[in-house]
Every structure is written in structure tokens, then in C-alpha cells.
């Protein structure tokens, strides 16, 4: 049979192409691995499909780089390999067969060390290129020698992560034609000093840049969050959490055990560091960060990459930060009268400009860490001017307005930090962790340069406390740090999760237990380990039918996720018994018509419609749809997902006109209130011609079917399976005809 796309139950992560069910909310915003709540089932009537990696066989036989000697791989006590961990938002790269490994290229190694920490050789054209697609959190920065060019660039030039190449080699213009080929290509170098000074201005440049968005683009509440709306809230209550945190006499000690074994061998890191040591007071946290440290560049990754581990070790230094800055921002508070304009630039993508583009309107904040601007204009254009030689980027400008008239609270921190700065002509203000903006408007003011405008807006914080407020209504949870890991498998993140979740059992408050127990079980849920997930939900629903009260709302959330277990086991009767319990619950302790309540008739409506009792489930899957469209608002994708799964119904029973006209609604639906190449409208698509399909109408089926590859060759990776499904289905669609 042809590949059909059904919406299933409460889901928080995608990770398998059958049935995927999760935590709390069935949701129909992304079928992606990563998405917070996904309830996407697909379900393939041929092969799947297949991802291959090319082996690339190339040899080179590179010519000797000016520092070369005989082919060898370098063995310090100073290099770092491809499995080591970069803490780090940066990673050097170096690719020379004929490296050698005397004293002359050891000094090499500690003078790119003192410039960045990562530095990984290779001598093998293979390893450094697998080495190179694998890379996912960080910058490279790529040296070669020219003969090992013309066979690496190929194949690794157009991989995002890289940066900036240089080529080291004898005869520099032998190759200078590269640079007409190949944007990233900073120079041609045959000198090491100018190689290595070249290095270190682009890295400064690039670091003090790297950072990454996350949009806020609901127009619902927050209990419909799409895995980066998840990723906006996150940073939205990290500040608060950590700087709620009971003082730790030991952080400044942890802190500076593990930079130190973290730069071992790093010379100029580890002095910087025993003077943090010998100096340090939180007076002098801005200073430390803006002087762009070891403390600033493994902060700004940590943050970047919600590595909650990297923050822990962070916690004390963050907190003092936090705290200067906002008796800094109270200075200002008193001194600045009406509006505030700061700059900053930046060179981006044009992909990065149309995704900006394509979100005017909706709010920003920043994951990098702190947002560094400029009172100047013309400091951050010159700065943004700076930044790399690439040809494959544009400058942008933002332009922030914070109007103090408007904001008369503490939600949006900043400070000016130019006394701080051992650059004070640059009159920089930085802002702190939770800032957040509304993008006006994004304009190309020349080819090579375009404007975005921002207004500071405090939406950002609002939005964070209406979270905190529906948890504590609707899941009875009151504990801020058990939210904050949650929204961690929001966001797809179930290992951080899992990591997080457990050291907080391990100095849990006991009115926490069961909501962390929870927690728990849920990252091993979407981990598919069921046995330990089940153990873990059955002790937490057993802790919480001891207390007084018993927190209702709560344990039948607990109730649903046991029921979701034995639904992707298989267990299709246990899972009904487990989901019939939960809809009970919530009929007593919530109000009618509430979302909950139709989630509970959607999941039992899919465990029937598995076991081919397409009736009953036909009869759940109407009360839900009815349920929500009373509780939720007109063109919510649930209620789409409620009409996709009745078409599919009548689709099984072959009352095809019937399932066509239930398909046709749910795709008019998804193109409203859906982003225009996202991913269910390319199964409404496919649905509806599977049902043409069925019909007989060949010619329309294909049509439908064409529509549907176009849209996620367009919206999902190359080798994803959905796409494979598609021209499956093609392909049958014409040999029928």
C-alpha cells in the first residue's frame, strides 16, 4: 500500500518513521528528529530509503609545505584528535601529508594553540574530510598546502562549518587561480609568521561574532511549542534559574580546576587562568568577559550549544555577570533619557538574511551568549566590514532601539561596559542572558550590505512567565528547574535532558521526586528504552498517588505517557487501558472541552484505528475534533491533525470521496496557519494522492504526488526517507497510467 501520514498521540520527539508518541502534546508542527513535540506517523508501502556516504578515494601526494618534513602524523603531548571534545566555538584544521613532528613543528602546534586552543592535524585526505562533515557545533578554520587543496576544497568548501581557508605552500602564485574558485579562501601564504597572524586576526574577528537565533513565531499559547520557540523559553528561564541558585563556595574552585585541565599544555591559557585565580572578584566579572578571555570564549559556547554541563562548572561566574550587569543597567537607568540606539555587525548568509527576512514581526534573542553592540554606527559597519575575507556573505547591520519610556522594568538588562573594555573608543553596551527583540523590518540597502531593525521589547519575559503560570496551573508543576529540563526534550535535547534531570535527582527537594522521576522516564521514552521508562513513570505515578493531594492533572499526564509505552510496543489493549484511565482522570479535574481532554480522545481514537476498528475510531476522532474546535483557536494545526486522521479513517473503510473532502480541509488548514514548505503540507499532499490513488485517478495522484516531492526536496534533507516514499510513489503512479 502507498504511504499514508497520520498525526498520532502526545508526542515530544520524532525519532523513528512509525507511530511516534512522547510526553504531553500532539502536535503537528515538524516531523523533524528534533522537533518538541511531534505527532507525525508515516508509514512506507515499499522500500525505505537509503543514505549513503560517497567513499572518497583520492590520493595526494602533496608538495611540501615551507615547514614540512617527512611523512609522518604528529604525536604531542599538546595535539588534540577528532574524538576529543571542543569546548570551544572554534577548530583549526590542518591537512599535510608531510608534516613533520620535530621541534619546528611543535612550536607551530603552541603558537596555534595560544591562538586557538583546538588545533587537530591530519595526513590522510580521507580522515580530514570526514573529520570535516562531522563537525556540527563550531567553526573550522581550514590550512592546507596547495596540492592538498585542489583534491580537499571540493569536497569540502560548500560544508556550512567551514569558515576560512588558508593555503600554506612554496609558490604562492602557482595557485592564486583557487581563489577565484573557491569564496573562503582567505589567502596564499608561504611564510609561517604571516600565516599564523593571519589566522589570529580572523579568529578575534569571527569569535567576537558567532552567535545564533532562536525565533519566537506562535501566535498560541505556550503550550503549542515548536522545538525552537522550546529553544527561545529556554534562554528565557536559564538567567532566573541560575541566578535563583543557592551560593556555592566551591564554584569558583570547580571553575578553575577544569579550565585548567581542560588548556593543559596551553601555556598562555593556563597563565591567564592562574590570574583569574590570584585576582579574580565579581567586580571584575565585566572586565573578565569583555577582554574576550578563556571565561568568554567557553561561556558564549556553552551557552550557544545548551550544554547544561559547561554552564554548571559556569554557574558562579555567570551569576556575578548577571549581577554586575544589572548595577551597571541601573547607572544607565539613571543617566539615559528616552530612546537608546546601539548597533551591531555582523556577516551573514544570504540564507541567514531571508530566514531574518522571513520572520519580521516575530521576536528574536540571541543564543550566543551576551549580545555586544556599539552607541556608534560606524564602529559596528567597520567591524562587520572586518569580518573574514569570504565573498559568500553579506554585512548586516542591526540597528536596536530601546525606548526607557517604554520599559520601565528590569526584564531587559543591558550596560554600558566601555570603562570595562580595554577598547573604551568603541563605547560598547552588552546586554544580558533573556534579551529580546522584535524584528521591524529587514532591508537589502545594497547588494552587499543590508539593515535589520530591532525594538527591545520585554514580550520575551511575558511569554517565559505565562509558561512558568500554565505549568503550574495545567501540570501541577512548581518547580522551575524541573520546567527548565523539560524544555530541554522540548527541544530534542533527551541526552542533556537525561544528564540534567539526574544530577537534580540526586539533590532533589522530595516535593520535586515524582516530577523529576517523570522527567526521567520521559528522556529514556524518547531514547526507546521502554522498560526503563516504564519503571520510571510507574514509581513516579505511585509517589504521586501518595500525596496529599494527589496532584490529579499531573499523574494523568503520567497516565497518558505509560499509555503511549505500550502503544509503540504494540500493546494496543494494555495502551487503551492506560489511556482510558488518563481521559477518566481529566474529565474530574479539568473543565470541559478542555485540550487535554481531547488529546486523551485522540489517543484512544488511534488505538482502535491500529487494531481496524475503524468505527470507534472514527467516533473518538469526531468528539476530539469537535472538542477542539470549542477550545482552541480557528486554523490550529490539532485541529488539522484531527481532520487528517478522520480522512485517513475513511480512507481505510474506501469511502474515498468522503476521506478526499476531509484531507482537502486539513491541507487548507495546515497552508493557513503553517509555514509555506512545511512538512505536513507535503503529507496532506501525499494523503490526498493516496486517496486519488485509490480511485483510480492516476493522473491526479500523480499531480499530488509531484507536489508533494517538490515540497520536501525543498523543506527535508536530501536522504530523508519521506522523500524516497514519494518517489516510490511516483514511480507506481506511472506505471499505472
Not at 532562536?214 to 525552537?228: A, G
Not at 566579572?285 to 559556569?314: G, M, P
Not at 544528564?499 to 521526586?513: A, S
Request: net charge neutral; glycine share 4%; aromatic share 8%.
Amino acid at each position: 500500500m502507498n504511504s499514508k501520514t497520520k498525526a498520532t498521540v502526545s508526542c515530544s520527539s520524532s525519532t523513528s518513521h512509525k507511530y511516534c508518541l512522547g510526553n504531553e502534546k500532539h502536535d503537528t508542527k515538524s516531523s523533524s528528529p528534533t522537533s518538541p513535540l511531534s505527532a507525525v506517523t508515516k508509514i512506507s508501502k515499499t522500500s525505505s530509503a537509503s543514505c549513503t556516504k560517497t567513499d572518497e578515494n583520492a590520493q595526494s601526494t602533496s608538495e611540501a609545505s615551507p615547514s614540512s618534513l617527512q611523512p609522518s602524523t604528529i604525536a604531542t603531548s599538546t595535539q588534540r584528535t577528532p574524538n576529543d571534545e571542543n569546548k570551544e566555538s572554534i577548530i583549526l584544521i590542518w591537512l599535510d601529508p608531510y608534516i613533520g613532528s620535530d621541534d619546528d613543528t611543535q612550536r607551530t602546534v603552541a603558537m596555534l594553540r595560544e591562538i586557538n586552543d583546538f588545533v587537530v592535524f591530519h595526513t590522510h585526505l580521507d580522515s580530514c574530510i570526514d573529520h570535516v562533515t562531522n563537525v556540527q557545533n563550531e567553526r573550522i578554520f581550514l590550512v592546507t598546502s596547495g596540492k592538498c587543496a585542489i583534491d580537499l576544497l571540493p569536497h569540502v568548501e560548500i560544508q556550512s562549518q567551514v569558515d576560512s581557508i588558508f593555503i600554506f605552500c612554496l609558490k604562492p602564485n602557482k595557485y592564486k587561480h583557487l581563489q577565484n574558485e573557491y569564496s573562503k579562501i582567505i589567502g596564499i601564504f608561504n611564510e609561517r609568521e604571516e600565516l599564523i597572524k593571519s589566522i589570529k586576526d580572523n579568529i578575534d574577528l569571527v569569535e567576537k561574532q558567532i552567535q545564533s537565533f532562536s525565533f519566537y513565531n506562535q501566535q498560541k499559547s505556550t503550550r503549542d511549542l515548536t522545538s525552537e520557540s522550546a529553544s527561545f523559553l529556554w534562554f528565557q528561564l536559564f538567567k532566573d534559574l541560575i541566578i535563583q541558585m543557592p551560593p556555592d563556595n566551591h564554584g569558583k574552585r570547580q571553575m578553575i580546576q577544569k579550565c585548567q585541565e581542560y588548556y593543559r599544555g596551553n601555556r598562555k591559557e593556563v597563565a591567564t587562568i592562574q590570574e583569574f585565580s590570584d585576582t579574580y572578584r565579581r567586580a571584575d566579572a565585566i572586565r573578565w568577559y569583555t577582554r574576550q578571555s578563556f571565561v568568554y570564549k567557553l561561556i558564549n559556547k556553552a551557552l550557544r550549544t545548551e550544554d547544561i554541563e559547561q554552564l554548571h562548572i559556569f554557574r558562579f561566574f555567570i551569576t556575578d555577570l548577571c549581577l554586575s550587569l544589572a548595577q551597571e543597567y541601573k547607572k544607565m537607568r539613571e543617566r539615559e533619557q528616552g530612546v537608546l540606539r546601539v548597533y551591531r555587525g555582523v556577516k551573514l548568509s544570504n540564507e541567514e538574511v531571508e530566514k531574518l527576512k522571513g520572520n519580521e514581526g516575530k521576536l528574536i534573542s540571541i543564543n550566543g551568549g551576551y549580545l555586544s553592540t556599539s552607541r556608534l554606527p560606524s564602529v559596528a559597519q567597520n567591524f562587520a566590514s572586518q569580518l573574514t575575507k569570504r565573498r559568500d556573505a553579506v554585512v548586516v547591520l542591526f540597528e536596536i532601539e530601546y525606548d526607557f519610556n517604554e520599559l520601565n522594568d528590569d526584564d531587559i538588562v543591558c550596560a554600558d561596559v566601555a570603562k570595562f573594555s580595554d577598547y573604551p573608543e568603541e563605547q560598547e553596551v552588552l546586554f544580558d542572558l533573556g534579551a529580546t527583540f522584535k524584528i521591524q523590518s529587514v532591508n537589502r540597502e545594497k547588494p552587499d550590505l543590508s539593515r535589520v531593525n530591532l525594538r527591545v521589547t520585554s514580550k520575551g519575559a511575558d511569554i517565559a512567565r505565562e509558561y512558568i503560570k500554565l505549568n503550574r496551573k495545567e501540570l501541577e508543576e512548581r518547580s522551575v528547574a524541573v520546567m527548565f529540563g523539560s524544555l530541554l526534550c522540548d527541544m530534542g535535547q533527551c541526552d542533556k535532558s537525561m544528564k540534567y534531570f539526574e544530577n537534580l535527582f540526586q539533590n532533589h527537594e522530595d516535593e520535586n521526586i515524582s516530577h523529576i522521576e517523570f522527567n526521567l522516564g520521559r528522556t529514556h521514552d524518547l531514547r526507546g528504552e521502554y522498560d526503563k521508562a516504564l519503571q520510571l513513570y510507574e514509581h513516579s505515578y505511585g509517589t504521586m498517588m501518595m500525596s496529599k493531594p494527589v496532584p490529579k492533572k499531573a499523574s494523568a499526564r503520567v497516565l497518558n505517557n505509560i499509555g503511549n509505552v505500550y502503544y509503540k510496543r504494540s500493546e494496543y489493549d494494555r495502551a487503551l487501558d492506560y489511556y482510558s484511565k488518563c481521559l477518566k482522570m481529566r474529565e474530574k479535574c479539568l473543565p470541559p472541552d478542555h485540550p487535554h481532554i481531547a488529546d486523551s480522545l485522540n489517543n484512544i481514537g488511534l488505538v482502535y484505528d491500529n487494531k481496524g476498528e475503524y468505527d470507534r475510531a472514527l467516533d473518538y476522532y469526531s468528539k476530539c475534533l469537535k472538542m477542539r474546535e470549542k477550545c482552541l483557536p480557528p486554523d490550529h494545526p490539532d485541529i488539522a491533525t484531527s481532520l487528517n486522521n478522520i480522512g485517513l479513517v475513511y480512507d481505510n473503510k474506501g469511502e474515498y470521496d468522503r476521506a478526499l473532502d476531509y484531507h482537502s480541509k486539513c491541507l487548507k488548514m495546515r497552508e493557513k496557519c503553517l509555514p509555506s514548505d512545511h512538512p505536513h503540507i507535503a503529507d496532506s499532499l501525499n494523503n490526498i494522492g493516496l486517496v486519488y490513488d485509490n480511485k483510480g485517478e492516476y493522473d491526479r495522484a500523480l499531480d499530488y504526488y509531484s507536489k508533494c516531492l517538490k515540497m520536501r526536496e525543498k523543506c527535508l534533507p536530501s536522504d530523508h526517507p519521506d522523500i524516497a516514499t514519494s518517489l516510490n510513489n511516483i514511480g507506481i503512479s506511472f506505471s499505472r497510467i
